[in-house]
């Protein structure tokens, strides 16, 4: 089977001795798909007895749109004979002992740090539109290829195929390579539509009659792009936010609390110096005392009074307020209004919630806020969230609002903790010189 130039390039890196990590495509149409299906066969019949991953964020989308590719490719080389599907296991076994695994890879709240692969052992992993996926499930994953690769003289390879995102294969793989500081052991190859000479007109002109935004991503392969007027946060503002080298300390520092609703979710904890957050803390399933006594102890710890600590409010939440004599953040209370010189202004939001996270996102963008963090699955994860705070009905006249948290819960898979923490910092920057309607 031919293969397209770009195809070609992957295999070179598929195939060396450098190269870990490889994330192919860019665009719609430039045989994504048809490329890692293909290595996982070449792989299979390679390399007998071996065992391979292919994925995707949901099982369902992956037997109906990867294992179809899969099926057709193996029914164009007539090599249908040389495996079977055992459909209730999702594995293709091979006659020679080869495994391909099927593998949901979706970010489950019940499963945060995938223990359903923890003891999965694998030679090679595909991962088709990898950036519908959380870095951490790419990080495990590639931390499971160790299965015979002494016996077969192999590193360990993963191939990510994908979109443009502005998530962490932009961040991790797209500029760094198009910068020319991508690590040895990561690459990045571009493929495009009109790479692809097999691809059929009408299929080109349908990507050209896409609205703005989406022919820029899926024809031109264009990463920088978004136009989606109801963002607040950019992801190189989202990127800085995390390298707060413009920000500095102002001596007065803050706590904000996010409390965890019925044991579903965690509790988060912010420390400020200023608009810079210098530490983060987090606790699980624990009860309401457990969080009253890691407020106070970080209060001690950084000298910080009740007076600039805040907690959510809203249910559980209340109780760690009136323990702590702070103040609380009620989601759906009426905006505040700010006093700017001698004139009162009344602010065009729908709750306190969309204020402090539209303006606090607005100080993101202009990198007046920022964090020092060293953690990359919080900074994934912090930054997964923050580029789910938009503008709810933007083209709307009325007060501005920001979307749903549980039209953000079934986006990512669980609750933003990390940004109502961030946002409820805002809530100090009007406090003192505000009033309530």
Same mark, same amino acid.
């Given at each position: 089977?031919?293969?397209?130039?770009?195809?070609?390039?992957?295999?070179?890196?598929?195939?060396?001795?450098?190269?870990?990590?490889?994330?192919?495509?860019?665009?719609?149409?430039?045989?994504?798909?048809?490329?890692?299906?293909?290595?996982?066969?070449?792989?299979?019949?390679?390399?007998?007895?071996?065992?391979?991953?292919?994925?995707?964020?949901?099982?369902?989308? %992956?037997?109906?749109?990867?294992?179809?590719?899969?099926?057709?490719?193996?029914?164009?080389?007539?090599?249908?004979?040389?495996?079977?599907?055992?459909?209730?296991?999702?594995?293709?076994?091979?006659?020679?002992?080869?495994?391909?695994?099927?593998?949901?890879?979706?970010?489950?709240?019940?499963?945060?740090?995938?223990?359903?692969?923890?003891?999965?052992?694998?030679?090679?992993?595909?991962?088709?539109?990898?950036?519908?996926?959380?870095?951490?499930?790419?990080?495990?994953?590639?931390?499971?290829?160790?299965?015979?690769?002494?016996?077969?003289?192999?590193?360990?390879?993963?191939?990510?195929?994908?979109?443009?995102?502005?998530?962490?294969?932009?961040?991790?793989?797209? $500029?760094?390579?198009?910068?020319?500081?991508?690590?040895?052991?990561?690459?990045?190859?571009?493929?495009?539509?009109?790479?692809?000479? $097999?691809?059929?007109?009408?299929?080109?002109?349908?990507?050209?009659?896409?609205?703005?935004?989406?022919?820029?991503?899926?024809?031109?392969?264009?990463?920088?792009?978004?136009?989606?007027?109801?963002?607040?946060?950019?992801?190189?503002?989202?990127?800085?936010?995390?390298?707060?080298?413009?920000?500095?300390?102002?001596?007065?520092?803050?706590?904000?609390?996010?409390?965890?609703? %019925?044991?579903?979710?965690?509790?988060?904890?912010?420390?400020?110096?200023?608009?810079?957050?210098?530490?983060?803390?987090?606790?699980?399933?624990?009860?309401?005392?457990?969080?009253?006594?890691?407020?106070?102890?970080?209060?001690?710890?950084?000298?910080?009074?009740?007076?600039?600590?805040?907690?959510?409010?809203?249910?559980?939440?209340?109780?760690?307020?009136?323990?702590?004599?702070?103040?609380?953040?009620?989601?759906?209370?009426?905006?505040?209004?700010?006093?700017?010189?001698?004139?009162?202004?009344?602010?065009?939001?729908?709750?306190?919630?969309?204020?402090?996270?539209?303006?606090?996102?607005?100080?993101?963008?202009?990198?007046?806020?920022?964090?020092?963090?060293?953690?990359?699955?919080?900074?994934?994860?912090?930054?997964?969230?923050?580029?789910?705070?938009?503008?709810?009905?933007?083209?709307?006249?009325?007060?501005?609002?920001?979307?749903?948290?549980?039209?953000?819960?079934?986006?990512?898979?669980?609750?933003?903790?990390?940004?109502?923490?961030?946002?409820?910092?805002?809530?100090?920057?009007?406090?003192?010189?505000?009033?309530?309607?």
């Amino acid at each position: 089977m031919r293969l397209l130039p770009k195809q070609e390039n992957a295999v070179y890196y598929l195939k060396d001795k450098t190269t870990k990590e490889l994330i192919y495509g860019g665009a719609a149409g430039g045989g994504k798909s048809a490329l890692g299906v293909l290595w996982l066969i070449e792989c299979c019949q390679k390399y007998p007895k071996s065992r391979w991953l292919m994925g995707r964020s949901k099982l369902k989308s %992956l037997k109906e749109t990867t294992l179809n590719t899969f099926n057709e490719l193996t029914s164009d080389l007539g090599i249908t004979s040389q495996f079977k599907y055992n459909a209730q296991s999702q594995v293709i076994v091979w006659n020679n002992g080869s495994e391909i695994i099927l593998k949901d890879l979706f970010l489950y709240p019940s499963d945060p740090n995938f223990d359903s692969l923890g003891s999965l052992e694998i030679t090679g992993a595909f991962v088709d539109e990898c950036n519908q996926i959380t870095f951490k499930a790419w990080q495990i994953v590639k931390s499971r290829i160790r299965y015979k690769l002494t016996e077969f003289d192999l590193i360990p390879k993963i191939l990510g195929t994908c979109n443009p995102a502005k998530n962490w294969t932009y961040k991790q793989f797209y $500029h760094p390579s198009k910068n020319g500081d991508i690590p040895e052991y990561r690459r990045f190859i571009s493929a495009l539509p009109k790479d692809n000479p $097999h691809l059929h007109p009408s299929y080109l002109e349908s990507l050209l009659q896409l609205d703005k935004n989406s022919k820029e991503r899926l024809y031109y392969g264009n990463w920088e792009y978004d136009d989606d007027p109801s963002t607040i946060m950019d992801m190189d503002a989202i990127t800085d936010y995390f390298n707060p080298v413009h920000i500095s300390k102002s001596g007065t520092k803050y706590l904000t609390i996010d409390v965890a609703r %019925l044991g579903k979710d965690k509790s988060v904890f912010r420390v400020w110096d200023g608009l810079l957050c210098t530490h983060r803390y987090e606790l699980g399933k624990v009860k309401l005392t457990d969080v009253v006594a890691k407020a106070k102890a970080l209060q001690r710890q950084h000298n910080i009074s009740n007076t600039n600590t805040i907690a959510d409010e809203d249910g559980v939440g209340g109780g760690v307020v009136d323990f702590l004599g702070c103040k609380g953040f009620v989601n759906n209370s009426s905006p505040l209004k700010e006093q700017i010189g001698h004139e009162t202004i009344a602010p065009n939001y729908s709750n306190l919630k969309s204020q402090c996270s539209i303006e606090m996102g607005k100080l993101i963008q202009a990198r007046k806020a920022g964090e020092i963090c060293k953690d990359t699955d919080v900074k994934d994860k912090t930054a997964e969230e923050m580029e789910q705070i938009k503008v709810k009905d933007v083209h709307k006249d009325g007060k501005l609002s920001i979307i749903g948290k549980d039209v953000i819960k079934e986006k990512i898979g669980r609750s933003p903790d990390d940004w109502d923490s961030i946002m409820m910092r805002y809530y100090f920057e009007i406090a003192p010189k505000v009033f309530f309607f």
